[in-house]
């Protein structure tokens, strides 16, 4: 079984990663955390991916701070396979990608978006350590006893700032991500959710 979640929770990054990357390489409007790695990769150096470790292991920090816990740094090993991995498809993979025009900008965005999703819910069902992004959700909620869905929305305005403040790359695409991610991630979920568990019985 352990087998079968760390496959699960590898290929769901790696899948993660690349919808990550389209978003970007469109240059649209990335979700809001990727932008602000972006614009601190600009601004400062660093790829984006090592941006991705430093921001989350930051986060872990203030995920630990809110809980009023021990910080999870079991999540360490997450973020920074997603660094790793963002950082393959965007210097090797999609290096010479230079996408022109609003209709294909647009095509990729979405693709992205579909794919981060699809990604999302892959790893999800390993059950290992989340990203600290996912988990600033749940420790927002937990500390100020909010719904989830308004401490997702505290949680992305809050990278949304920073992500302004570095001139990270914020657009209409960043809409369509805060909106549209959820909903792809219910679609896929259900699927990869009975899959697993028929692994587990099998």
């Known amino acids: 079984m352990i087998t079968r979640r760390t496959i699960f929770f590898c290929i769901g990054l790696f899948?993660?990663?690349?919808?990550?990357?389209?978003?970007?390489?469109?240059?649209?409007?990335?979700?809001?955390?990727?932008?602000?790695?972006?614009?601190?990769?600009e601004k400062i150096g660093l790829t984006v991916g090592n941006w991705v470790i430093i921001v989350g292991i930051f986060l872990m920090f203030v995920n630990a701070l809110?809980?009023?816990?021990?910080?999870?740094?079991?999540?360490?090993?997450?973020?920074?396979?997603i660094g790793f991995?963002?950082?393959?498809?965007?210097?090797?993979?999609?290096?010479?990608?230079?996408l022109e025009g609003w209709i294909v900008k647009s095509l990729v965005l979405l693709a992205g978006l579909v794919i981060a999703g699809l990604g999302i819910s892959i790893y999800l069902q390993?059950?290992?350590?989340?990203?600290?992004?996912?988990?600033?959700?749940?420790?927002?909620?937990?500390?100020?006893?909010?719904k989830v869905g308004i401490?997702?929305?505290i949680g992305e305005a809050t990278g949304l700032i920073f992500a302004l403040?570095?001139?990270?790359?914020?657009?209409?695409?960043?809409?369509?991500?805060t909106f549209?991610?959820?909903?792809?991630?219910?679609i896929f979920f259900p699927y990869f959710e009975r899959w697993m568990e028929k692994g587990a019985k099998g």
Not at 67 to 81: Q, Y
């Open 151 to 153: 401490s997702k929305t």
């Open 126 to 146: 390993a059950k290992f350590p989340l990203s600290p992004i996912d988990n600033l959700m749940l420790a927002i909620s937990k500390r100020f006893k909010l």
């Open 85 to 98: 991995f963002i950082d393959f498809w965007l210097l090797i993979v999609l290096d010479e990608w230079n």
């Open 15 to 41: 899948i993660l990663a690349l919808g990550i990357s389209l978003m970007i390489i469109a240059d649209i409007g990335a979700a809001a955390w990727d932008a602000l790695n972006v614009g601190l990769s």
């Open 66 to 81: 809110l809980l009023r816990a021990r910080p999870e740094f079991l999540s360490i090993g997450t973020i920074i396979l």
């Open 180 to 186: 549209g991610l959820g909903p792809i991630i219910q």
């Open 165 to 177: 403040l570095f001139g990270g790359p914020i657009g209409i695409g960043t809409l369509v991500v």
